[in-house]
């Protein structure tokens, strides 16, 4: 892969309540797969954008929101160039409810071009042990996104919340079609499109327990989740919810952490997809500062992933 990217960027002062920049950018890149495991052709994508982004604040309120109108091209060594014209769009703001509580709203609306391997695969991919098929045909993907959060901040406790819904025209996914490769024996998957909608809430809360001459002690919370659904079913490969609890210690020199993550089962599977047991992982890290200066820093650490040699899929 080779490319060279441009990007000239003006800031301006104040306009009112308004601050923010503009500016343009453009891109070429030329991908090739080479070898026996070369699964996508030759190809030249280039592109060319313009952004607007823009701020003002008003007392406890501040709004934010952005433009960006792109054209992206992607030519093939051997098949017909694709052309696709992009526009995404964003608003947000932030309401300060009080030095503690944050309330923030933010709607977006972007739009991707497919990827190289998207439209142009064929062959075994020999990483995710299948056989990929790329469709030249494929259109541009739109998301449509509203994301709700709340924040709050003291000595003893920072946490965030959120909970959003994203609706998807011509989502690209891999698809499975329950067929097998005759040459090597791969399950055949077909890049496509669909409509979609992922919906999700994710939130962490940090406490600030101790922070004395034997060192900085915090306990943090967090976790996740997301539903994800298409015409007809459920996409495939999407991660199962996770709650975990991380113990952290830092003295002057010395580091230690030890952690809990439980994944729980995924049933809301796609056709040929089986369901994920739940599993939970025990992490651990420690580490020293040997020597911090201004300009270099340098430690000696050891982490431990999975201590009770858990099976996760």
Do not use: C
Not at 24 to 40: K, S
Not at 189 to 213: K, P, Y
Request: no cysteine.
């Amino acid at each position: 892969s080779q490319g060279d990217q441009l990007r000239l960027e003006a800031v301006h002062e104040k306009i009112g309540v308004w601050q923010g920049a503009f500016g343009l950018q453009a891109n070429r890149r030329e991908f090739d797969a080479i070898g026996d495991e070369a699964f996508v052709p030759f190809t030249k994508s280039r592109g060319i954008g313009l952004f607007l982004i823009e701020q003002a604040e008003w007392d406890a309120f501040t709004l934010e929101a952005g433009a960006r109108i792109d054209r992206q091209s992607s030519t093939p060594e051997s098949g017909a160039k694709r052309n696709f014209s992009l526009t995404s769009l964003s608003i947000g703001g932030i309401w300060e409810v009080s030095d503690a509580w944050h309330l923030s709203l933010n709607l977006d609306r972007a739009q991707r071009a497919p990827a190289e391997e998207e439209l142009f695969a064929d062959g075994p991919h020999i990483a995710t042990q299948t056989f990929e098929i790329g469709d030249p045909d494929l259109d541009k993907e739109t998301s449509n996104q509203i994301e709700i959060g709340l924040h709050y901040h003291s000595d003893f406790m920072s946490a965030k919340f959120s909970v959003y819904r994203n609706q998807f025209d011509d989502f690209i996914y891999l698809n499975d079609t329950g067929l097998l490769d005759p040459d090597d024996n791969l399950p055949i998957r077909i890049w496509t499109q669909t409509d979609a909608v992922f919906r999700g809430i994710e939130g962490e809360a940090t406490f600030h327990l101790a922070d004395n001459d034997s060192g900085k002690y915090d306990l943090r919370i967090f976790g996740d989740r997301v539903r994800a659904t298409r015409d007809g079913g459920n996409l495939p490969r999407i991660p199962a919810a996770r709650l975990g609890v991380q113990f952290d210690w830092k003295g002057e020199a010395l580091k230690a952490g030890v952690g809990i993550t439980r994944t729980y089962e995924q049933n809301d599977i796609d056709v040929y997809e089986t369901p994920t047991d739940s599993y939970t992982f025990v992490n651990a890290n420690l580490s020293y500062n040997f020597y911090n200066k201004e300009n270099l820093s340098m430690d000696a650490f050891i982490q431990g992933t999975n201590l009770t040699n858990q099976d996760a899929r």
